[in-house]
């Protein structure tokens, strides 16, 4: 093995039970690369990259990392090796200071052995400068900075570490355009310094831009290994789904014919904190409408609002013309209304029950008021027809959702409301971490949801998906209402303009 490979697998095996999440993966990582891991969901890009920092153990297969062979991981192993993963859910404290954070478990001491404060916010500062953040004061406390920010944060900690390789797993999911291009940049002068990185991603534009090869897996399989220059979008989808790419997503039925016998939802003057200004909209039925806007202005809090579960300040909401308090969440599931909030934040309320119990935990709500509980059988049949539909990757729908792969998480989190097939749905980020393939899946599926009536509104930072789902826009800017797109109208420089700029006056 010469000298370029820092890491070599072997036939690397992980089985979990009913699962063989990898299959006999044989790579060469080079030293000072940008190797990109693409795939499905659950095609076992995180489990990998689990293995190579000491977090799974294989079940088969050899390691090799500078030319020796590993005969044991763990993460503390892995950290001495110089290998720091930066993983979906950030693990940063937030009431600590950046400083403390960076050097948590590991705080300088002067002679004394008294912690060396001083030395503290100086290496930390350093080390900010590194990551971009020469700007920010090291005492600053975690929670009063940005998730980008707290990434470069963790950048910065893998740095103090002295990590030789950096393993990125869809670290831009929550970043906007401008945040991810920060990061791509600190990416690059880290290359520079000679760090290899792995990149997981379901955004195949950017792997175009910062990679230098390409892994595509499916199925737990290594497919092949791609030269970036040599490659284009197309040719990796294919490659990851094993067949040929249809490519985009168009409805058939847009709507064009709006009647005020149809509103089903009516916003009056709604205002969330500093968040959401005086926002007015009407929501009428079978229509899907997007609500457009910049990261932060105040797209998901009007969700969260009108559906109950934050407080506003004021506002009214007419459902179907009757004025409804909407102060909390069971008022608006009695109003047939569900939101699939954003992945992430989710996932936390359910990880501990499993694909079936998720799938069916607004029916058994529904079931438990009317004091039946012998839903079992019912409750199978639905849960099994969704992970069919959406093609939820499992084992069985006795699996726990925490053992399912990010996205696959996300679609069982949709099918679990769909089961009470809602008249109003609110969807934050439906799409967020789902591969192409299943992307169009859950298209088919809210455009069909669409069309049996449900009125549906969608928030999305993918502008080709707001363009190609939505019938009507009505785009913010900093919280207030800054336009109203009709589909015919619609244009990416257009809706852009709407969202960048306050309403002229
Ligand atoms: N702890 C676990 N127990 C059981 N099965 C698991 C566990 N971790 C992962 N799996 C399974 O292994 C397979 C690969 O999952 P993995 O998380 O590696 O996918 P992924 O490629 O990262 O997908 P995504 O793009 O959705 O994040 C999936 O079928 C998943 O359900
Ligand atoms: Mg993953």
Not at 147 to 152: A, E, F, K, N
Not at 226 to 235: F, G, H, N, P, S
Not at 420 to 437: A, K, M, S
Request: charged share 25%; with cysteine; glycine share 8%.
């Amino acid at each position: 093995m010469g000298d370029n490979v820092i890491y070599s697998m072997k036939n690397i095996t992980k089985k979990f039970p009913g699962v063989t999440a990898l299959d006999s993966v044989s790579m060469d990582i080079q030293r000072g690369e940008i190797l990109a891991i693409v795939g499905e969901n659950g095609a076992g890009k995180s489990t990998l990259m689990n293995i190579l920092s000491g977090s799974y153990e294989s079940t088969e297969g050899t390691l090799e990392y500078n030319g020796k062979t590993v005969d044991h991981m763990d993460p503390i192993m892995a950290q001495k090796m110089g290998i720091a993963m930066i993983h979906q859910e950030l693990s940063l404290s937030n009431a600590l200071s950046i400083a403390e954070n960076i050097f948590l478990g590991r705080l300088p001491k002067n002679a004394w052995g008294m912690i060396n404060t001083q030395k503290m916010y100086e290496d930390s500062r350093a080390l900010l400068k590194e990551v971009g953040l020469e700007h920010i004061d090291p005492r600053t406390l975690v929670r009063d900075i940005n998730v980008s920010q707290q990434q470069q944060v963790e950048i910065a900690k893998a740095l103090s570490l002295d990590a030789k390789l950096l393993i990125l797993d869809e670290p831009t999911s929550s970043l906007t355009p401008k945040e991810a291009d920060i990061l791509h940049e600190i990416m690059f002068q880290l290359q520079k310094k000679g760090i290899t990185m792995l990149y997981i991603s379901h955004k195949l534009d950017e792997i175009i831009k910062i990679s230098n090869r390409i892994a595509v897996f499916r199925d737990g399989q290594l497919i092949t290994i791609l030269q970036t220059e040599a490659t284009k979008i197309d040719d990796m989808v294919s490659a990851m789904v094993g067949r040929e790419y249809a490519g985009g997503f168009a409805r058939d039925n847009y709507k064009t014919e709006y009647s005020e016998d149809d509103v089903v939802l009516e916003v009056e003057n709604l205002c969330v904190g500093n968040k959401v200004k005086n926002v007015s909209f009407k929501l009428y039925r079978g229509e899907l409408l997007g609500i457009a806007g910049l990261v932060g202005s105040g797209r998901s809090e009007i969700l969260q609002a009108v559906f109950g579960a934050d407080k506003r300040q004021s506002g009214t909401i007419k459902i179907k013309g009757k004025t409804v308090p909407m102060n909390y969440t069971t008022e608006a599931i009695a109003n047939k209304m569900a939101l699939v909030p954003e992945g992430r934040k989710l996932q936390s309320l359910f990880l501990k029950f499993s694909v079936e119990q998720n799938i069916s935990i607004v029916f058994l709500k529904k079931a438990l008021n009317k004091l039946r509980l012998n839903l079992g059988k019912k409750e199978r049949v639905i849960a099994e027809n969704y992970v069919d539909k959406l093609k939820i990757k499992t084992p069985g729908i006795e699996q726990k959702i925490v053992n399912l792969s990010g996205g696959n998480q996300q679609k069982a989190v949709i099918a679990r409301w769909l089961v009470d097939r809602p008249d109003i749905l609110f969807l934050d980020e439906p799409t967020q971490g789902i591969d192409v393939g299943a992307k169009n899946e859950i298209y088919d599926i809210i455009s069909e949801l669409s069309k049996e009536g449900t009125s549906i509104i969608m928030v999305s930072s993918e502008m080709q998906e707001n363009i190609n789902l939505c019938d009507r826009i009505i785009t913010l800017y900093e919280g207030s209402v800054t336009g109203e797109i009709m589909h015919k109208e619609f244009s990416e420089e257009g809706l852009m303009s709407y969202m960048s700029q306050a309403k002229e006056a």
